[in-house]
């Protein structure tokens, strides 16, 4: 891990919501709620996640910047919500929280130390996991989601 590699999640993290945001905006009123198969989430669907693992997320970094080597316990929508959760969400109100969380977890990042970002948990699903590793996690995340709305308005 080096310092260019930190600049360059805290950047893409920071960035994110600059390019999800408008994207979902782009995508048709009458295209945002439809799932494109059944088990698939729509725009809707995936935006509104964006804005909902945020809390996860700066639980977790409390947790490693706290403690050490701390236990995480998985997430997965599929088995942790109820399947409607994100569909009944305003999804105007999730966009406003996903860019307001952002910037604050920006911040706080841009304030770590190079010891802060090394800091570990043991993940029940992972061999390794760091604040590096989490925060490049969701920046990836990010990106996953992103495409997914982006299939969705391009979709014939």
Known sequence: MTQNEI?????????????????VHSVPNEKLKIRPKPGKWSAHEHACHLAEVH???VRRLDLMLNEENPKIISYQPDRDDDPDKL??????SALDRFISDRMKLVRRLKGLSEDDWKRTAD??????????????????????????????????
């Open 7 to 23: 600049h360059t999640i805290i950047t893409q993290l920071e960035n994110a919501p600059n390019l999800i945001v408008p994207l």
């Open 55 to 57: 809390p996860l997320m």
């Open 87 to 92: 569909w009944n969400m305003d999804l105007d």
């Open 123 to 156: 993940h029940d699903e992972y061999n390794a996991y760091s604040i590096f590793i989490m925060m490049r996690h969701l920046a990836m995340h990010d990106m996953l989601h992103a495409y997914r709305i982006e299939e969705i308005l391009l979709e014939k």
